[in-house]
C-alpha cells in the first residue's frame, strides 16, 4: 500500500474514532439509531399527512426502508461511509410531496426524540442533522432558479 493510501487510511480510521468518541459522550450508539429510526418510522406511518406519501412509496418495502435509515443515520454519525445511497434521487418523482411535508417530519423527529433521546444533547445533535438534510433535500428537490431568483421577480 502506497504512502498516501496509507494515510488516508489512517484520517479516516481516526475521524470514525473520533465520532465514536464524540457520539458516545452523548449517549448515541448504534442500538439507540435503531430505537430511534424504527420508532420515527413507526409514528411516520400513523401520520395523517405523511403516513400516506411515505406507504404509498415505501408499501411492502418498509423493513427494507428501515435498515437504509439505520445505516444511513448510523453512517452520519459515526461517519463510518456505510450508506451509500442517493436521498436526493430517492426522493424524486414521489407522488404528493411538497416542501411543506419537510417541516412536517420535522417535527414529528423532533416529538420522538422528545420521547426517547438519551439527553438534550442527543437531541440537539440529531435536530441540527436532520434540519440540514431536510434544507438541503428541498432545495435540491423543489428549487428553481427561473422562478425564486429574486431578480426576475416582479414586484
Avoid: C
Avoid at 458516545?24 to 450508539?29: E, F, L, Q, V, Y
Avoid at 424504527?38 to 400513523?46: D, I, M, P
Avoid at 411538497?98 to 426517547?116: K, M, S, V
Wanted: glycine residues 6%; hydrophobic residues 45%; without cysteine.
Amino acid at each position: 500500500m502506497s504512502d498516501e493510501l496509507q494515510g488516508r487510511a489512517a484520517n479516516s480510521a481516526a475521524i470514525r474514532l473520533r465520532a465514536e468518541r464524540e457520539m458516545s459522550a452523548i449517549g448515541i450508539t448504534p442500538d439507540f439509531i435503531r430505537h430511534l429510526v424504527q420508532t420515527f418510522y413507526g409514528r411516520v406511518l400513523a401520520h395523517p399527512q405523511l403516513g400516506p406519501i411515505f406507504d404509498a412509496r415505501l408499501s411492502g418495502r418498509w423493513p427494507e426502508h428501515i435498515e437504509r435509515m439505520i445505516s444511513f443515520w448510523t453512517s452520519i454519525a459515526f461517519k463510518s461511509g456505510a450508506y451509500g445511497g442517493k436521498p436526493v434521487q430517492a426522493h424524486l418523482g414521489i407522488e404528493n410531496m411538497t416542501p411543506n411535508l419537510f417541516p412536517l417530519w420535522l417535527e414529528l423527529f423532533a416529538a420522538t426524540l422528545d420521547d426517547i433521546a438519551p439527553n438534550a444533547e442527543a437531541k440537539t445533535w440529531f435536530m441540527a442533522t436532520a434540519d440540514r438534510i431536510a434544507r438541503s433535500l428541498t432545495l435540491a428537490l423543489f428549487y428553481n432558479p427561473a422562478i425564486d431568483d429574486p431578480m426576475r421577480r416582479q414586484s
